[in-house]
């Protein structure tokens, strides 16, 4: 499975419906960090899938997403178990690193 676009208009169903653990990364076209770490979540949710479902969120075109969760840097990576936040961290982190929050 690939990385969900997620936006204000597919977020409940595919985040807080979801019946699986949901990896969110909180992004802009601009940033570079989330450039960086954009190869790192593609590989995570292709091996993944059939444990979590990814999704990426453009804080340009969803402010209120990113206003709901309190998105004050970006990349920030946040985890949603059913329905609710088991996770978040702000910044560049490795593979390992993310796979242990999950």
Same mark, same amino acid.
């Given at each position: 499975?690939?990385?969900?676009? =997620?936006?204000? +208009?597919? $977020?409940?169903?595919?985040?807080?419906?979801? @019946? &699986?653990?949901?990896?969110?990364?909180? $992004?802009?076209?601009?940033?570079? *960090?989330? #450039?960086?770490?954009? *190869?790192?979540? @593609?590989?995570?949710?292709?091996?993944?899938?059939? &444990? =979590? +479902? !990814?999704? +990426?969120? %453009? !804080?340009?075109?969803?402010?209120?997403?990113?206003?709901?969760?309190? !998105?004050?840097?970006? *990349?920030?990576?946040?985890?949603?178990? %059913?329905? #609710?936040?088991? %996770?978040?961290?702000?910044? !560049? #982190?490795?593979?390992?690193?993310?796979?242990?929050?999950?």
């Amino acid at each position: 499975m690939s990385v969900l676009t =997620i936006t204000n +208009k597919n $977020y409940e169903k595919e985040v807080l419906q979801s @019946d &699986k653990t949901v990896l969110l990364d909180f $992004y802009a076209d601009w940033c570079g *960090p989330c #450039r960086m770490m954009s *190869p790192i979540i @593609d590989e995570i949710a292709e091996e993944m899938s059939d &444990k =979590i +479902k !990814v999704g +990426k969120i %453009n !804080v340009d075109e969803n402010q209120d997403l990113a206003m709901e969760y309190e !998105v004050m840097s970006i *990349p920030t990576i946040i985890i949603i178990e %059913n329905g #609710r936040v088991k %996770n978040s961290f702000v910044g !560049v #982190r490795d593979k390992n690193d993310i796979l242990t929050h999950l």
